[in-house]
C-alpha cells in the first residue's frame, strides 16, 4: 500500500461500503426488485453503455468493484459468462442474494481491486467492466490499470467510464500524484 495514504483507508472505505450494501440493495434506486420480477431488465448503467459495449454475448468477463451486482448481473443478461470482484463482504452478499434470486450464474469473488490478478485467473477475460463512478475511489490508478491489464487476454478490452473526482475521498492526494 502507498505510504502517502492513511494505513487503514482501506479498511475504513470497506466498512463504508460494507455499511451501505443492505441500504443499496433495499433501496428503489438499485432496483433489485426490478430485476427479480423483469428478466430482461438491465441497470440504467449498462443502458447507457450499450452502445460502447456492443455485442458481449458469449464473453468472458469481469465487474471490477461491482458493489451488490446489479451491473454484473445486467452484463450477464445481455449474455457475457460473469465474474464480480469486491472488496465488500457485505455488498458481495447482496449481489449473491440477487443473482440467486434472479437463476443467473455468476462468480463473486472477495478481493481489492489492487489483488484482482492474483484473486482471478490471469489473462483469462475478453472484457474488464468498470461502472461509472467506481474510479472515483481508487488512491492508485497505476496499480487499478496493471491488474486490469493482467486480466484480459490477448485482444481482450477494457469498458471504464469515469465520474467526476469532485467528491473522491482522494481528490486532494490524486491531484498531486496523477
Known amino acids: 500500500m502507498d505510504d502517502s495514504l492513511e494505513p487503514n483507508s482501506l479498511d475504513l472505505n470497506r466498512a463504508n461500503w460494507n455499511e451501505r450494501a443492505g441500504l ?34 458469449g464473453l468472458r468477463a469481469v465487474h471490477l468493484q461491482c458493489h451488490i451486482g446489479t451491473d454484473t448481473l445486467s ?15 457485505a455488498s458481495l452478499q447482496q ?3 440477487l443473482a440467486a434470486r434472479c437463476g443467473t450464474a455468476i462468480d463473486y469473488v472477495e478481493s ?9 485467473p490471469r489473462a483469462s ?19 487499478w490499470a496493471r491488474n486490469v491489464a493482467a486480466l484480459l487476454k490477448p485482444g481482450g478490452r477494457l469498458s471504464c467510464a469515469r465520474a467526476t473526482r469532485c467528491c473522491s475521498p482522494w481528490t486532494r492526494t490524486a491531484r498531486t500524484r496523477w
Open 24 to 57: 443499496h440493495a433495499a433501496s428503489p434506486d438499485y432496483e433489485a426488485e426490478t430485476f427479480v420480477a423483469t428478466p430482461e431488465h438491465l441497470s440504467a448503467v449498462v443502458r447507457f453503455d450499450l452502445p460502447r459495449l456492443g455485442d458481449i454475448a
Open 75 to 89: 452484463l450477464a443478461r445481455l449474455g457475457a459468462h460473469m465474474s464480480g470482484l469486491d472488496f465488500s463482504p
Open 95 to 97: 449481489a449473491r442474494r
Open 112 to 120: 481489492s481491486v489492487y489483488d484482482a490478478a492474483t484473486a482471478l
Open 125 to 143: 477475460f475478453d472484457l474488464v467492466y468498470t461502472g461509472i463512478g467506481a474510479l472515483n475511489w481508487l488512491p492508485r490508478i497505476d496499480d
